[in-house]
């Protein structure tokens, strides 16, 4: 079983903060690269924010300064800090790990910023 389950999502107002979590089902010191993606309803699935292995992040202009991914080897689990966070954010947010092609998905948290 290599699915990653993702939880933390929820209801939150503009301005709020939440923290998703990934169990990566893979040890994610294996070279696998563990990635956030969000949702938003009716659009396209949409890259958010990365982690190697060896622990280099990138993220979408959308969510940077805003947005933080980072993890816990003892747990195998990377984490999405989501501050300042806008209505834009409202999606349902997916982890994924790749190693090479092959690609495993979570079945998403859903996130709403709402007033």
């Known amino acids: 079983q290599v699915q990653p389950v993702e939880s933390g999502g929820g209801l939150v107002q503009p301005g709020g903060s939440l923290r998703l979590s990934c169990a990566a089902a893979?040890?994610?010191?294996?070279?696998?690269?563990i990635s956030w993606h969000r949702q938003p309803p009716g659009k396209q699935r949409e890259l958010v924010a990365t982690?190697?292995?060896?622990?280099?992040?990138n993220y979408a202009d959308s969510v940077e300064g805003r947005f933080t991914i980072s993890r816990d080897g003892a747990k195998n689990t990377v984490y999405l800090q989501m501050n300042s966070l806008k209505p834009e954010d409202t999606a349902r947010y997916y982890c994924?790990?790749?190693?090479?092609?092959?690609?495993?998905w979570g079945q998403g948290t859903q996130v709403t910023v709402s007033s």
């Open positions: 893979v040890n994610i010191f294996s070279g696998f690269v």
């Open positions: 994924n790990t790749r190693l090479g092609p092959l690609s495993n």
């Open positions: 982690i190697t292995s060896s622990g280099t992040t």
